[in-house]
């Protein structure tokens, strides 16, 4: 049978992929109407770059796949759910949590003998999984949010040091491998230059550089930018058939993968050495072609892996030691009034740019007044600060020794910086606040807060987004978001038709995002995400939680007396109500989705309170597994106690349960909890 594109030129063939990649977008992005799935439209721009390759004369500046970073018009990497989650590693930020990580793993053990370990640096990048299947590489992702990632995979194979087949000795049934990709400083350094030349933002540091190269949609962009690989893991690590985490570096490297030398080459079973070599590493880190934050140590027997577990966050059998927060001295240029999106007034230190530790600070927040008094910062000082990981970056104190004698302290203002409205400052709280709802600075932050990524995760709308928006008087409120279009947008000075596109998509998506992330996105004081989600759950819409009565919030779990007023403070402001009817008028066509946030062997809410001691576990870990399962641990049983755990040796807590009627759980009913069983809990007679 013939083709019949053989028939038809390469030119014809490039014209027509053009003209229906284009019309695909805009059926997509203008009409909210596509005819193809994404998968579909993905294929149609692969055969016209490789069209282009094959026939570069055909490549021209107009064709969707010219446009760096988008080729697909905007389209989102698409999500991939694992079976096996990638969790992420607890953090010892001392000495001394290093030591408590090797008494938890020897408790757990059951043991007091010395345990043997392994360390590796930490690699400052991004985590990824790769899938081989038939001993090929199939599907790389993003960590995402352990469960679910981003595709990544046409990125990742334009990494040279990912082998894209193994080694023979490797299996051929699926593996899945996990490792960090990350940017090396030069590569870094070079990009950057790169981009400051071509006018374009540049990174803040090689972590940054390499996930805004790896999530590009266009993977020639990625392939540009030269990132690199270090294999670290297995998500079954039993597949590797060896008996130590040593074992299993020396078996990826024979499978073709870049492995970091150290983990293989010593163990060590002494806590002291461990973190002797954390500050080896921390001196030797500039040295390093590549950034580290710190060291990962493990428990070298895997067959000590299943019998230590993990948390629903970390595994126990390894501990990122991180190192010390980095610090640096600068200079205080002046001391900025920002208000925020409740009006609250918070000081920030403009500073004379600093490098801490590879990052340029420039500002730090001085939190509020009785902080700022506190620390007496003055412009002009000079001042130590430090960051630590991805913090943001904190005054650690004045170097008064070098403070001008005629420096004045800096006078909070009484009124607000922005629309001069006098500010108040309640009696029993820290900070001084804008009361005007209508200040254009809260307008904004509001703006900024509905769309940032706790909230309605509205890609593209940042703080000068936000702040064009407004003084175009495109958007008012948030909620006139939804009356943008395409149009409006390309009129606007920083816009193109491709960024238009992108926020107007964004936009879209939005609309019919949980119901907890349009409360959460509302701005109601003392309401963050975890009260959005409860609200939600119970009140299913926001037009019900607009009509909520103070009794209905204070009857749920976890809603007290201050959130149950601001809900109710909220909703009767007239400036609010308006905004609330316009979003869930028919008009805008918003329709938040519900569904049970915390569902599945959850603890949502339930109050336990923990007494006596726990024999597989501490107290804190017990604590960390309640909440992580969406419980709260309290110290004190009352009648709103759920649960009492009561551990060996238990003492008047136990007592006050069965006097209440409280029912008790011993740490064996605790773990079936856990475990999304039933509670076989024991309820006291009476
Ligand atoms: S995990 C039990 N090793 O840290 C297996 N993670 O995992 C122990 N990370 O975002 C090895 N360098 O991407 C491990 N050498 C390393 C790592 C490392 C960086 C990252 C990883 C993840 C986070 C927590």
Same mark, same amino acid.
């Given at each position: 049978?013939?083709?019949?594109?053989?028939?038809?030129?390469?030119?014809?063939?490039?014209?027509?992929?053009?003209?229906?990649?284009?019309?695909?977008?805009?059926?997509?992005?203008?009409?909210?109407?596509?005819?193809?799935?994404?998968?579909?439209?993905?294929?149609?721009?692969?055969?016209?770059?490789?069209?282009?390759?094959?026939?570069?004369?055909?490549?021209?500046?107009?064709?969707?796949?010219?446009?760096?970073?988008?080729?697909?018009?905007?389209?989102?990497?698409?999500?991939?759910?694992?079976?096996?989650?990638?969790?992420?590693?607890?953090?010892?930020?001392?000495?001394?949590?290093?030591?408590?990580?090797?008494?938890?793993?020897?408790?757990?053990?059951?043991?007091?003998?010395?345990?043997?370990?392994?360390?590796?640096?930490?690699?400052?990048?991004?985590?990824?999984?790769?899938?081989?299947?038939?001993?090929?590489?199939?599907?790389?992702?993003?960590?995402?949010?352990?469960?679910?990632?981003?595709?990544?995979?046409?990125?990742?194979?334009?990494?040279?040091?990912?082998?894209?087949?193994?080694?023979?000795?490797?299996?051929?049934?699926?593996?899945?491998?996990?490792?960090?990709?990350?940017?090396?400083?030069?590569?870094?350094?070079?990009?950057?230059?790169?981009?400051?030349?071509?006018?374009?933002?540049?990174?803040?540091?090689?972590?940054?550089?390499?996930?805004?190269?790896?999530?590009?949609?266009?993977?020639?962009?990625?392939?540009?930018?030269?990132?690199?690989?270090?294999?670290?893991?297995?998500?079954?690590?039993?597949?590797?058939?060896?008996?130590?985490?040593?074992?299993?570096?020396?078996?990826?490297?024979?499978?073709?993968? +870049?492995?970091?030398?150290?983990?293989?080459? $010593?163990?060590? &079973?002494? !806590?002291? *050495?461990? =973190? %002797?070599?954390?500050?080896?590493?921390?001196?030797?880190?500039?040295?390093?072609?590549?950034?580290?934050?710190?060291?990962?140590?493990?428990?070298?027997?895997?067959?000590?892996?299943?019998?230590?577990?993990?948390?629903?966050?970390?595994?126990?059998?390894?501990?990122?030691?991180?190192?010390?927060?980095?610090?640096?001295?600068?200079?205080?240029?002046?001391?900025?009034?920002?208000?925020?999106?409740?009006?609250?007034?918070?000081?920030?230190?403009?500073?004379?740019?600093?490098?801490?530790?590879?990052?340029?600070?420039?500002?730090?927040?001085?939190?509020?007044?009785?902080?700022?008094?506190?620390?007496?910062?003055? +412009?002009?000082?000079?001042?130590?600060?430090? $960051?630590?990981? &991805?913090? !943001?970056? *904190?005054? =650690? %104190?004045?170097?008064?020794?070098?403070?001008?004698?005629?420096?004045?302290?800096?006078?909070?203002?009484?009124?607000?910086?922005?629309?001069?409205?006098?500010?108040?400052?309640?009696?029993?709280?820290?900070?001084?606040?804008?009361?005007?709802?209508?200040?254009?600075?809260?307008?904004?932050?509001?703006?900024?807060?509905?769309?940032?990524?706790?909230?309605?995760?509205?890609?593209?709308?940042?703080?000068?987004?936000?702040?064009?928006?407004?003084?175009?008087?495109?958007?008012?409120?948030?909620?006139?978001?939804?009356?943008?279009?395409?149009?409006?947008?390309?009129?606007?000075?920083?816009?193109?038709?491709?960024?238009?596109?992108?926020?107007?998509?964004?936009?879209?998506?939005?609309?019919?995002?949980?119901?907890?992330?349009?409360?959460?996105?509302?701005?109601?004081?003392?309401?963050?995400?975890?009260?959005?989600?409860?609200?939600?759950?119970?009140?299913?819409?926001?037009?019900?939680?607009?009509?909520?009565?103070?009794?209905?919030?204070?009857?749920?779990?976890?809603?007290?007396?201050?959130?149950?007023?601001?809900?109710?403070?909220?909703?009767?402001?007239?400036?609010?109500?308006?905004?609330?009817?316009?979003?869930?008028?028919?008009?805008?066509?918003?329709?938040?989705?519900?569904?049970?946030?915390?569902?599945?062997?959850?603890?949502?809410?339930?109050?336990?309170?923990?007494?006596?001691?726990?024999?597989?576990?501490?107290?804190?870990?017990?604590?960390?597994?309640?909440?992580?399962?969406?419980?709260?641990?309290?110290?004190?049983?009352?009648?709103?106690?759920?649960?009492?755990?009561?551990?060996?040796?238990?003492?008047?807590?136990?007592?006050?349960?069965?006097?209440?009627?409280?029912?008790?759980?011993?740490?064996?009913?605790?773990?079936?909890?856990?475990?999304?069983?039933?509670?076989?809990?024991?309820?006291?007679?009476?």
């Amino acid at each position: 049978m013939t083709n019949a594109n053989d028939q038809i030129s390469p030119a014809a063939r490039a014209a027509f992929l053009r003209q229906e990649i284009q019309r695909h977008s805009r059926l997509y992005f203008q009409d909210d109407n596509p005819e193809i799935p994404d998968a579909q439209f993905d294929l149609l721009v692969r055969e016209l770059e490789v069209l282009e390759a094959s026939h570069p004369e055909l490549i021209s500046p107009g064709s969707p796949t010219a446009m760096v970073g988008a080729p697909t018009g905007g389209r989102a990497l698409k999500e991939v759910t694992r079976a096996i989650p990638m969790l992420s590693l607890d953090k010892a930020l001392s000495a001394e949590e290093i030591q408590d990580f090797e008494d938890r793993v020897k408790r757990f053990l059951g043991t007091s003998e010395s345990v043997p370990f392994r360390t590796m640096p930490k690699f400052d990048g991004l985590a990824v999984e790769l899938i081989y299947a038939g001993r090929i590489l199939t599907l790389a992702s993003t960590r995402g949010d352990g469960r679910t990632g981003e595709d990544i995979t046409p990125n990742v194979k334009t990494i040279s040091s990912i082998p894209q087949t193994l080694n023979s000795s490797a299996p051929g049934s699926e593996l899945r491998v996990r490792g960090e990709v990350y940017m090396d400083k030069s590569e870094f350094v070079r990009l950057n230059e790169e981009r400051e030349a071509a006018g374009l933002s540049v990174f803040a540091n090689p972590r940054n550089a390499a996930a805004g190269s790896l999530r590009q949609l266009d993977s020639r962009e990625t392939s540009r930018r030269r990132l690199s690989f270090f294999a670290y893991g297995l998500a079954e690590p039993e597949m590797a058939e060896v008996e130590t985490y040593a074992g299993l570096m020396v078996r990826l490297a024979e499978w073709g993968f +870049p492995v970091e030398a150290s983990a293989a080459s $010593r163990s060590t &079973d002494k !806590i002291s *050495e461990v =973190i %002797a070599i954390l500050e080896k590493l921390a001196n030797d880190r500039d040295q390093l072609p590549y950034e580290v934050d710190g060291l990962v140590v493990t428990v070298d027997s895997l067959s000590l892996w299943p019998r230590l577990g993990a948390t629903s966050r970390s595994p126990r059998y390894a501990v990122a030691a991180k190192f010390k927060p980095r610090a640096a001295v600068t200079k205080v240029l002046s001391i900025e009034v920002q208000v925020g999106r409740t009006g609250a007034l918070t000081p920030v230190a403009i500073m004379e740019p600093a490098l801490v530790g590879g990052v340029t600070v420039s500002q730090a927040t001085l939190h509020n007044e009785d902080e700022l008094k506190r620390k007496d910062v003055r +412009p002009g000082d000079w001042v130590q600060i430090q $960051r630590a990981g &991805d913090v !943001i970056p *904190e005054i =650690i %104190a004045v170097e008064l020794q070098r403070r001008p004698p005629d420096l004045a302290p800096f006078e909070f203002p009484h009124h607000c910086p922005v629309c001069g409205t006098e500010a108040v400052r309640k009696l029993d709280e820290a900070v001084s606040r804008c009361p005007n709802p209508s200040c254009p600075a809260q307008i904004e932050a509001r703006l900024i807060h509905f769309a940032h990524k706790g909230a309605l995760d509205i890609e593209g709308l940042g703080q000068k987004v936000a702040a064009l928006l407004l003084s175009k008087e495109l958007v008012g409120q948030p909620s006139d978001l939804f009356r943008l279009t395409l149009t409006k947008l390309q009129a606007l000075p920083r816009f193109g038709s491709k960024s238009a596109a992108n926020l107007i998509a964004a936009i879209d998506k939005a609309r019919t995002k949980n119901l907890w992330r349009f409360i959460n996105g509302l701005s109601i004081r003392h309401v963050g995400e975890r009260s959005s989600q409860i609200l939600a759950g119970h009140f299913k819409s926001l037009k019900a939680l607009s009509e909520a009565t103070r009794e209905q919030l204070l009857s749920l779990n976890d809603i007290g007396p201050e959130v149950a007023q601001s809900v109710l403070d909220f909703f009767q402001s007239p400036l609010n109500q308006s905004f609330i009817s316009d979003l869930i008028g028919q008009e805008l066509g918003v329709k938040p989705t519900f569904e049970e946030p915390l569902a599945s062997g959850g603890l949502s809410g339930q109050r336990f309170v923990l007494t006596g001691t726990l024999s597989g576990m501490t107290r804190a870990e017990a604590k960390a597994r309640i909440i992580a399962k969406g419980g709260r641990v309290l110290s004190a049983v009352s009648r709103e106690t759920d649960f009492v755990v009561a551990g060996e040796a238990a003492g008047s807590k136990l007592t006050e349960a069965k006097k209440l009627g409280i029912p008790t759980l011993d740490e064996k009913g605790l773990l079936a909890l856990l475990d999304g069983g039933s509670a076989p809990a024991e309820k006291p007679e009476n």
